[in-house]
């Protein structure tokens, strides 16, 4: 029993994993920061771990999705993030992609309980 | 707080200089941003724990390719390391094998001195092996970052990620394929040429067998002029050995590798005839044992010897022209095949 366990577990982390982009994606209109967006995602019931978040950041910034900028105003330098012109773009057409992709996969699931 | 600054060390280690101060800097913050106000090193720990193992993270973060050689080439490294470094033991021990029948130790000489020998021998052997090896692998290393042109993708001879059906290989066609045996046999030359060269210059000549039974060598190469071509000579094998591999995983002639064994045999060919054209190269006691042994006069081998000369410049120069338009016309076939 254990697992099976182990497989749903490691399923779910894949199945995750591949939502991960358009989720941090869909909260970078206006500028967070990396504790900021943990929480405002904690909130939303769409938790994710702070090990991954960090560098998934970057790595969007790298591919130029993402811009960046310090803020030293405030007693704690932070650095926020924000959706590129590129980025916006690219979300819009993850989003739709992602709408049609359930829509289908959720029409398939019904038919089954039929 | 140094448990903080332990964990973020930790994490930002092994990254790049040029990454290492921004991630610290974001990372620390972060980690500040989770702790309340006036916390305790029980809050600190908490945080980090709850943060996970900084390794795991140092590897999200990590931007560089982690390995030498990836999953689509390693069984074809595997395969062509134990064949290069068969053939390099091979020759290399019959070499040293060859030595011994040319200069046995002699008779009643002290054993250890045997030991000896045949200690060194294996050393000899042991050092060729792992220069192959050592090479073999920079070459894979290579291929694998894409300095050849070639994808890390199963057809290495696609350059970009889009590939069409046309791209699909045709199945084996004598004419067009580019023959492993005839690949093989012309490494095994090329070592074998080289290894001779660089180790044992000495043995190029001709062979008298004196009464005693040991053999007198009298030896065609300068082996001092022969030392400002080594250099040369290492440069151009490592390059035929970077043409082996090449041609052993591409299979099929394309248009690159074409060029670089084209311009690859035409140096080869230049250094050749500069080699056969420097009469300093060549030892002269050895034509005055080529005319004793034939009866002839010094002036007359050496006349004999200029034709012979002619005879192997003209032969280059024809069949580097011959091989560099055959194989130009079997890249041309192979495109054909695909539009």
């Known amino acids: ?114 | 707080m140094e448990l903080i600054d332990r964990y973020v060390y930790a994490v930002t280690e092994q990254l790049p200089e040029d990454m290492k101060e921004d991630v610290s800097k974001e990372l620390r913050s972060n980690i500040e941003d989770m702790l309340p106000e006036d916390y305790t090193v029980e809050d600190v720990k908490a945080a980090l724990e709850q943060l996970g193992n900084p390794w795991k993270i140092a590897e999200e973060y990590q931007p560089k390719q982690r390995y030498l050689i990836g999953p689509a080439l390693y069984s074809q490294y595997i395969k062509l390391l134990k064949l290069v470094l068969g053939i390099v033991m091979t020759i290399v021990a019959a070499i040293t094998a060859f030595d011994w029948v040319i200069t046995p130790p002699s008779e009643g000489a002290d054993p250890s001195s045997f030991a000896e020998m045949l200690v060194e021998a294996i050393a000899t052997v042991a050092n060729g092996g792992l220069q192959a090896a050592l090479w073999v692998t920079l070459i894979f290393v290579a291929i694998e970052r894409g300095w050849f042109g070639i994808t890390r993708t199963k057809g290495l001879a696609i350059t970009d990620d889009s590939w069409s059906v046309k791209d699909l290989p045709s199945l084996p066609v004598q004419s067009t394929k580019i023959s492993r045996t005839g690949t093989v046999i012309a490494m095994i030359a090329a070592l074998l040429g080289t290894a001779i060269i660089y180790f044992r210059p000495e043995l190029i000549g001709f062979y008298v067998r004196g009464d005693n039974g040991v053999y007198t060598i009298y030896s065609l190469l300068e082996a001092k002029r022969l030392q400002l071509y080594i250099p040369f000579i290492l440069v151009l094998v490592l390059i035929q050995m970077i043409l082996f591999v090449w041609k052993y995983i591409v299979q099929y002639w394309n248009t690159r590798l074409w060029t670089v064994y084209t311009l690859a045999s035409v140096l080869i060919g230049i250094l050749l005839i500069v080699m056969v054209n420097d009469t300093a190269l060549f030892q002269e006691s050895f034509f005055i044992e080529v005319a004793q042994l034939f009866d002839a006069s010094l002036s007359s081998v050496l006349k004999q010897r200029e034709m012979i000369e002619r005879v192997i410049v003209v032969s280059i120069v024809i069949i580097t022209l011959w091989d560099a338009v055959d194989s130009y016309m079997k890249t041309r076939k192979v495109k054909q095949k695909k539009s």
């Not at chain 1, 099976?4 to 967070?32: A, C, D, F, Y």
């Not at chain 1, 943990?38 to 999705?65: D, M, S």
């Not at chain 1, 310090?70 to 704690?76: G, K, L, N, V």
């Open chain 1, 1 to 114: 029993m254990d697992s099976t366990e182990e497989l749903i577990n490691s399923l779910m982390v894949e199945l995750k994993r591949g939502t991960l982009v358009l989720l941090v994606l869909s909260q970078l209109h206006q500028p967070e920061y990396g504790y900021s967006l943990i929480q405002k995602l904690e909130e939303k019931n769409a938790p994710i771990e702070a090990g991954t978040l960090y560098p998934l950041l970057r790595r969007l910034e790298k591919q130029q999705l993402l811009k960046s900028e310090w803020d030293t105003t405030e007693s704690r330098p932070r650095k926020f993030y924000m959706l590129s012109e590129q980025g916006k773009e690219v979300y819009a057409k993850l989003k739709s992609e992602w709408q049609t992709l359930s829509q289908q996969l959720a029409a398939i699931l019904m038919e089954e309980n039929v």
